[in-house]
């Protein structure tokens, strides 16, 4: 079985541009989680879809975005970017809920000039 | 907030000799611990994870336990080998949602041969 793909793996942009990064679950997976990985701050969540709905949500600012799409593909957007949003995205897959174990993808490396 | 404290940040061990990285946290809601592990240009993997029902697991050289009532959990690897080496993350859920991790800062282990 496949695991979680993300595109691309690595992206350039400079400050004030948007950007938006691809995550496929492992198939059967329903739900999609968005980590913000850097040296400062760590892993730090970002927000959780469940069926096309936000489930959960961190506490980033609301230049932060995403969805899900109904084959449980999602995106997640960053508007405005800022030098501190340089950092590794993770995107992780589960199941459902409840007990289900998640599953890290690669990563997308985001540098922001 | 909540809050995930790992310890310590940095470990060296020589080949064969065992490895103990230790976690507090401090949501009393939390009921999922998860272990990952990551090396290098690749996004966490999961190794092993523990529910508050259980207080201790084993598969094969990797155990973690569990104390809900002074809330920490541990993660001990024995007969430690150069490719267990990497970055060592603990993590537990956010008022029993799985699909929202608060994560440690990381241990990295170094396996000297």
């Known amino acids: 079985k496949a695991g979680v793909t993300q595109t691309p793996r690595y992206l350039i942009k400079t400050r004030g541009q948007q950007v938006t990064l691809s995550c496929s679950p492992i198939?059967?997976?329903?739900?999609v989680s968005w980590y913000q990985q850097t040296p400062g701050q760590g892993l730090q969540f970002l927000f959780e879809?469940?069926?096309?709905?936000?489930?959960n949500k961190g506490n980033f600012p609301g230049r932060f975005s995403g969805r899900q799409f109904s084959n449980s593909r999602s995106e997640m957007n960053v508007s405005t970017l800022e030098l501190g949003d340089s950092a590794l995205y993770l995107c992780?897959?589960?199941?459902?809920?409840?007990?289900?174990?998640?599953?890290f993808g690669p990563g997308t490396r985001l540098t922001v000039l | 907030g909540e809050n995930v404290e790992q310890h310590p940040s940095t470990l060296s061990v020589q080949e064969g000799d065992s490895a103990v990285i230790k976690c507090t946290y401090s949501d009393s809601a939390s009921n999922y611990f998860p272990w990952y592990k990551q090396e290098l240009g690749k996004g966490p993997q999961l190794i092993i994870d523990?529910?508050?029902?259980?207080g201790e697991k084993k598969d094969q050289r990797i155990a973690v336990t569990l104390n809900k009532t002074a809330k920490h959990f541990s993660l001990h690897i024995t007969e430690t080998q150069p490719e267990d080496s990497a970055v060592y993350f603990c993590a537990a859920s956010i008022g029993g949602s799985q699909g929202n991790l608060i994560f440690g800062k990381g241990t990295k282990l170094s396996v000297k041969p």
């Open positions: 198939s059967g997976h329903r739900s």
């Open positions: 523990i529910r508050s029902n259980v």
């Open positions: 879809y469940f069926s096309e709905t936000q489930r």
């Open positions: 992780a897959s589960r199941r459902s809920g409840g007990t289900d174990t998640q599953y």
